[in-house]
């Protein structure tokens, strides 16, 4: 029972009284009477304990799902950095791989046949044009990056944009990869 209903009971239990014609309480009997109930009552502080400790109980589960939730956000954003770091570093390796091997290609052919050696050219500018967009994607990578870890708004929004066009960026230097494969073969074609 906590003190709000035991003092309406209380009321109710000498309202009943007085109705029943009893004009005054022997202070005796109202002793013996809350000696009676006041061991259902608990301690004075249990109720209000009880509740500041559901509270503290409460909020502290609230605070572990928010750390949890910005654990895995930050873990995410983590995995997401990654993702694109590997495929920046692929782009930048399968063009310049390309481009290593047309060079050795090339050195070759000098020793050979020195007049076909032109005909390399346009297959190696298009795969060093691929190191290049990597090269550049991953610096916007970093611009955007540094943008986002401002506080205004404006600037994240401008490392949103950077963000999205490091991404083409990555995204063209597989393309220009697969276009100089395309000129590649066709100049392997002629030999």
């Known amino acids: ?19 029943k014609g009893v004009e005054s309480i022997q202070s005796e009997s109202l002793i013996k009477y809350l000696d009676e109930t006041l061991p259902s009552l608990g301690s004075p502080a249990t109720a209000g304990d009880a509740k ?8 502290q589960k609230w605070v572990e ?18 993702a694109g770091q590997s495929a920046l570093r692929t782009a930048f390796l ?36 691929g190191v290049l967009v990597a090269a550049i ?27 999205v066009a490091a991404i083409l960026l990555g995204f063209g230097a597989y393309v220009v990869f697969a276009f100089g494969m395309w000129r590649g073969y066709r100049l392997f074609a002629r030999f």
């Not at 029972?1 to 239990?13: G, I, K, P, S, Y």
């Not at 750390?67 to 954003?77: D, P, W």
């Not at 970093?142 to 950077?162: H, K, M, N, P, T």
């Open 94 to 129: 399968m063009n310049g791989g390309a481009s290593v091997a047309l060079l050795a290609f090339a050195g070759h052919l000098a020793s050979i046949d020195p007049k076909r050696v032109p005909l390399v050219a346009p297959s190696l500018t298009i795969f060093v044009v």
């Open 1 to 19: 029972m906590d003190a709000q209903n035991f003092a309406h009971e209380l009321r109710d239990v000498v309202a009943d009284l007085r109705a």
């Open 137 to 163: 994607a991953s610096g916007v990578t970093y611009l955007g990056q540094w943008f986002y870890a401002s506080e205004r708004a404006r600037d994240r929004r401008i490392g949103f944009y950077l963000n």
């Open 65 to 82: 799902e928010h750390k949890n939730a910005h654990a895995h956000s930050v873990e995410l954003f983590k995995s997401v950095i990654q």
């Open 52 to 59: 500041l400790e559901l509270y503290k109980a409460e909020l």
